[in-house]
């Protein structure tokens, strides 16, 4: 009997084989469709962090800052980029004597609370830059200013999150400042990595949430009419 068996399943096997690589395809094509629907309903779960980069990433303004650096400042002087995060406007007469220089930049923003993980935007970010040239050797130090979460108010600023455009367009603006104070240059700034953030209508500024606003450095202070997504 044992013997017998064996001929008859693989004739079985033999003759349904056609019927196993439709199943095979069938099987796989599920597979395929259930891929396809667990990652749309993840992109639909979490928009946020898909669409607004919420996370403070140093490395993305460094490597933005060098990659421009050629382009931008057409010089055979050496420049970095460093964070300094208790930076402030206020400088000294000394440090204005040797040549530090002050910029203050507004831009697009992403917030994450580190607490209640919700997410916010806000069009007036406000950016610190000082600059000094000396020598052959520039230095930049920025600070980003964070918000506090609306809905816990723990006193707790979060950093802000930027997408690599507006990381790009406020350097640039820094560079034409650099070319214009450091290096004599009619740059025309004004119109130098515009990155449209004034069309963004959010809603009103809450100067309690923003530590820019707590320093007295807010950019909003020179332009009231729009702001955060708290």
Known sequence: MEIETVPVSFVFLISDAAAVDKYGDSLRSDIRKSTIVSSHCKSISSPN????PTDWVPS??????????????????RWNLNFGYQLTNDLTNNERKKGWKIFIECVHGNFQCSSCRKTWSSARVTLLFRYILRGTRGSVTMRPFGQICRSCQHDQFELPGFSEEHVENALLRLFAK???NCYGEDTGE??????????????PHEKALC?????????????EEDDDDN
């Open 211 to 223: 530590q820019a606003c707590r320093d007295g450095i807010c950019c909003q202070d020179e332009e």
């Open 178 to 180: 650099i070319r214009k």
């Open 190 to 203: 004004d119109h130098v990595g515009d990155s449209g953030d004034s069309e963004v209508k959010t809603k």
């Open 49 to 52: 962090r898909m669409s607004r």
């Open 60 to 77: 993305l303004w460094m490597e933005t800052f060098q990659n421009l650096l050629a382009d931008e400042l057409e010089y055979e002087d």
